[in-house]
């Protein structure tokens, strides 16, 4: 296999999607104003923004945190090969179009959900550095050991791991994040984004965890001291996207942070670009 080869695998159940009942990936993908959706999707949508109408700007700001971020890593830390897990549909620009503008870097992109699978085959095939692996983030162990038999990731240097808005729908993300931290080196970096709670009206919250669960998953919007303790072992700036217009009105944040791999000293500058909205910056934990 070669670098300019796309390796396509699959790690979970066979393609079979149902285009009659709303797709997590594709109402993510109709948030982001993407066109791989569905009637059934946009529907989600309307019951989902008409909870909490911020979710749409959220979704536009997480994407954006993660793709400068990934940036920012190959740009200036030189790091050269990222994994974007739960990478959902490709959207403009994709994570291999912004960090091979730094160079030649490799990207794996990893979801277990066919849909995606699917259409990331279709559209991919023949990026160089680009590998797609259709395998589950709540067996993180089976997948990093299906990434390491790759020449896509070499765990023994710096690697960036991706996950943007992925481990609300993860009964026991800190499994998955603990796994990767105990196979990344020092230099490594952990970009994630992920809803927060704690500025919200609860009844909203339920409400747009129950209209997830139409999809046949779970959503979990977690408070930001739970999503801080998923940093745990790693060095992080964590910033609060605030996108209500009026911040005395309850409503639905975002958490995001890059997270440092680091072995004693202290952290290295972990801040990229200014997220879009109002920030409340905590401190580095």
């Not at 179009?97 to 870097?105: A, D, F, I, T």
């Not at 794996?108 to 259709?134: I, Q």
């Not at 747009?208 to 669960?213: C, D, G, M, S």
Request: charged share 20%.
């Amino acid at each position: 296999m070669t670098e300019s080869a796309l390796a396509s695998f699959s790690f979970g159940r066979p393609a079979g999607p149902d285009l009659n009942s709303p797709n997590p990936a594709r109402i993510s993908d109709y948030l982001l104003n993407g066109k791989d959706n569905f009637e059934c999707d946009r529907r989600a949508v309307t019951e989902l923004l008409r909870a909490a109408p911020e979710l749409s700007s959220l979704a536009r700001a997480g994407r954006d945190f993660l793709m400068r971020s990934a940036g920012l890593l190959a740009a200036e830390h030189g790091i050269d090969q990222f994994i974007d897990l739960g990478a959902g549909l490709p959207a403009s620009p994709c994570t291999h179009e912004v960090v091979r503008e730094h160079g030649p870097c490799r990207v794996s992109y990893v979801d277990h959900d066919p849909v995606v699978s699917v259409h990331n085959r279709a559209l991919l095939t023949g990026r160089p550095g680009v590998w797609v692996f259709e395998g589950d983030l709540r067996s993180p162990e089976l997948l990093i050991a299906r990434l390491s038999a790759t020449e896509a990731v070499d765990f023994s240097r710096p690697v960036a791991v991706l996950l943007g808005d992925v481990l609300p729908y993860l009964p026991e993300p800190a499994q998955t994040v603990r796994a990767f931290r105990n196979v990344m080196t020092a230099g490594s970096a952990l970009v994630l984004s992920h809803l927060s709670r704690d500025r919200a009206d609860p009844g909203m919250v339920a409400s747009v965890e129950n209209t997830y669960a139409c999809t046949g998953g779970r959503l979990s919007i977690r408070t930001d001291a739970q999503i801080a303790e998923l940093f745990t072992g790693f060095a992080h700036a964590p910033e609060i996207v605030d996108v209500r217009p009026d911040p005395d009105v309850p409503g639905l944040t975002g958490y995001t942070g890059i997270g440092w791999r680091v072995r004693g000293g202290q952290a290295r500058a972990a801040t990229a670009a200014p997220t879009t909205g109002q920030r409340e910056n905590a401190s580095a934990t």
